[in-house]
């Protein structure tokens, strides 16, 4: 058990709909990460979020947001989802920035359909 | 933009060194290298980084050569639980902000 939670483990929804998945890091983690994982794009990096404020921005696309909020939990929208958007979505957590070792959850699994 | 390259696979006999090399050939002087490993499709676990010295600690060593353009992640003695899959990740620097670019990973089975 890394410590970072993850919720849901698994999603299923319809195209054109909107979800959100929620991270909540290890306690006294400063820093949150997003991470998309799919079979044609493998690990991806979307977002890192440190103490509140963007730190670094990946390939997140324009449907997509994330935020974290002033308990340091974060969450990733997901709009407008297409059959693409199906993936393994994983928060990670690290004390610092991106030198420190970071802590990743078990991941939502989103099924567009 | 800096550019990964791993092998798609590797076999090990339990007991040996695994050393897993990755090429980066395009790396700029201020960028880290780091290696993660998963395992089936847990949640990624952070091995090791460095920048340009070779780095060890209780996981792995990592050995960069001296004109950075590859790497190479060693597992001194592996055991059946280090079967996963290596990823080789760059942190190219843009200002205030960061890239990452991940190798396709290497699969590694460590063989009783």
């Known amino acids: 058990d890394s410590g970072v939670t993850q919720t849901p483990k698994h999603l299923i929804t319809a195209t054109g709909q909107r979800v959100t998945l929620r991270c909540s890091p290890r306690?006294?983690?400063?820093?949150v990460y997003w991470y998309q994982q799919s079979l044609d794009q493998g690990l991806q990096f979307l977002i890192h979020y440190y103490n509140g404020e963007e730190r670094a921005k990946g390939n997140i696309l324009e449907r997509f947001s994330a935020q974290q909020f002033p308990d340091l939990h974060s969450e990733l929208n997901l709009s407008s989802l297409e059959l693409g958007d199906s993936a393994l979505y994983f928060c990670?957590?690290?004390?610092?920035?991106?030198?420190?070792?970071?802590?990743f959850g078990q991941g939502t699994r989103l099924t567009v359909v | 933009d800096a550019k990964t390259t791993q092998p798609p696979s590797m076999d090990c006999a339990e007991g040996r060194a695994a050393n897993l090399p990755c090429n980066h050939s395009?790396?700029?002087?201020?960028?880290?290298v780091y290696w993660y490993r998963q395992i089936h499709s847990q949640g990624p676990q952070y091995i090791i980084h460095g920048l340009k010295n070779n780095e060890t600690n209780e996981m792995a060593s990592l050995i960069i050569t001296e004109d950075r353009k590859s790497s190479t992640l060693i597992l001194p003695h592996a055991t059946l639980r280090d079967t996963a899959v290596y990823y080789c990740?760059?942190?190219?620097?843009?200002?205030?902000?960061?890239?990452?670019?991940f190798g396709k990973g290497t699969l590694l089975t460590v063989n009783p």
């Open positions: 990670a957590s690290s004390v610092g920035d991106f030198n420190t070792e970071a802590f």
């Open positions: 990740i760059v942190r190219v620097l843009r200002g205030s902000n960061y890239k990452l670019t």
């Open positions: 306690s006294g983690d400063l820093s």
């Open positions: 395009t790396i700029s002087g201020n960028e880290y």
